[in-house]
RNA sequence: GAUUCUGUAGCUCAGCCGGUAGAGCAUUACACUUUUAAUGUAAGGGUCCUGGGUUCGAGUCCCAGCAGGAUCACCA
């Protein structure tokens, strides 16, 4: 395929050539034995100087400045940048000059993979730094980097913001933006906390399917894919609730899942076709001890995060010191709407709705209307951490009946900074409750509500075998990401966003059949 | 899906009332032995997102499309 090359990339090619012309492999294959990294350097040099006489470091060049016989360098390791000084005459003790002239300061670029070996030393101005005895190139770069300068009081220089570059080359956005590289360190941090302190309580982490026939546990459209050794429909799944609780079920009696969950939905700054929720399910538990779970598991993951329970997102702390507040869902009403949704019927409600200017619409029943009256008048105020509990029935197809409420089930929904953070429940272990649930799903959709659950006869079958009481949770662990990270938009908190295709898409290429 | 803004050099951006393209960084060449957004001098680099239209003439005005952002509606 012809491509355009620009100038800088005939450039970056010749200089490729000339390398292989001079004997220079411009992509070794021996191990390159890396004694230190470049943030451990910096902090620990100016204790123990000793220590670092001798150092192989390697990473990407990200700048050169030419003194003439000598050149300071920037070196970029996973662990931050350090300030190489290369002098001729060390890269060079002979008589034959080229290896500095001609190979460091012609042939190597911005970008280049490097190797460099020398003794750790602090410059006139101050700046820890390696002064260089040895290189080795690493791997050539054929396209130009994009140069962002930063100066002594941090300010940036032609950053690259626009979010299209950043988020289709993110490799590229992740070498030239610390600040991205450390919110993807910190997803990791969140997500590998949670992980620790689900395996201390004894959890079981298990996977189960994504394609799936009977796409269940969630309402929402599914993407649909086809089996051809099978020739059946499968669907990703848009949750794995059903699945965790046939293991509750099947006897492990904590089971959780990191799981990639799909949904066939508009995409914007917080939806993304597949995200990540995580889902735990805990026999002998109900939702008050999970809420106790759940302000704990959260309260650790912040303060292993930044070493206290408070948050700055936007312009307000958020406060993750548990115990977090307790609001039903009827008292949210009560105070931010004044109304009492306890005795009122679904046509006060509609109108409590038109009063509001709320949009509903034919098949909303009292869940849905309840939920848009809630969404509208009481989920923006709960900025700090909040409970909501005890949800109308129709809404919850999975949850077991409220113990002491008529028509409310055992379930709570956690609130941070106005948005949905956490969903949990007492589960629905009644097979027969459950068959009935399904049925009023099955009458929703037919009055015209297309995101009515699908019925799941073999979780109705495994239902039957008896499962215990049982407590579990979806917490969203992209929101949570965006939160903790103080980031508007979730394209923020996922390497590879989806993107529509840039350029018209090729032919579609002939589905190989086995 | 609706509204609105944006798309110009590798990157960040100017470009007036319509007259065939500009800066900084990056690149190339030269100078300089501790620089800090290094500096100085010089040079090269463009499918102005795509396709139509108006016009003697379009980066600029009009229409359509593509991609992205923001706001709104729905979903997590």
Redesign the pocket.
Known sequence: MEQ?L????R??RD?LNELRRMGINPYPAPEYHVSHVAADIKARFAQQPEAFTQVRIAGRLM????????C?A?LQDHSGRL?M?V???DICPGDDKSLFDIVF???L??GDIMGAEGYV???????I?L?VKHFTLLSKAL??????????SG?S?????????R??QRYVDLIINPQVRDTFVKRSKIINCIRRQLNAAGMLEVETPILQSIPGG????PFITHHNALDIPLYLRIANELYLKRLIVGGFDGVYEFAK???N???????????T?LEFYVAYKDYHWMMQFCETLLEQVVLDLYGSTAVQVGATTINFKAPFARLSMREALLQHAGIDISTMDEAALREACKQRH??TEAHMGRG?LI??LF?ETCEGHCIQPTFITDYPVDMSPLTKAHRSLPGYVERFELMVNG??LA?AYTELNDPLEQRTRFDEQLKLQARGDD?AMFIDHDFLRALEYAMPPTAGIGI?I??LTMLLTNQ????EVLFF?Q??????TPQTHEQPTT
């Open positions: 355009q620009s100038e800088q990339e450039i970056r200089k700048s050169m400045r030419d003194m003439g016989k000598a300071f920037v300030q000084y002098r001729k005459d300061k012609k042939l670029d911005i030393f602090t410059t006139k101005t101050g700046e730094s002064h396209r130009p980097l994009p140069i962002v300068k930063t100066d002594d300010q220089f032609d950053a690259v913001s626009d979010p299209e570059f988020y289709r969630a309402t929402a459209r969950d799909f949904r939905e508009g995409m914007d700054r917080t939806h993304n076709p597949e995200f929720v709320i949009a849905k939920d848009a969404g948005k949905e969903n995101e969203g992209d929101r508007a938009a979730i394209q966003p993107m529509r295709p840039q350029h018209q």
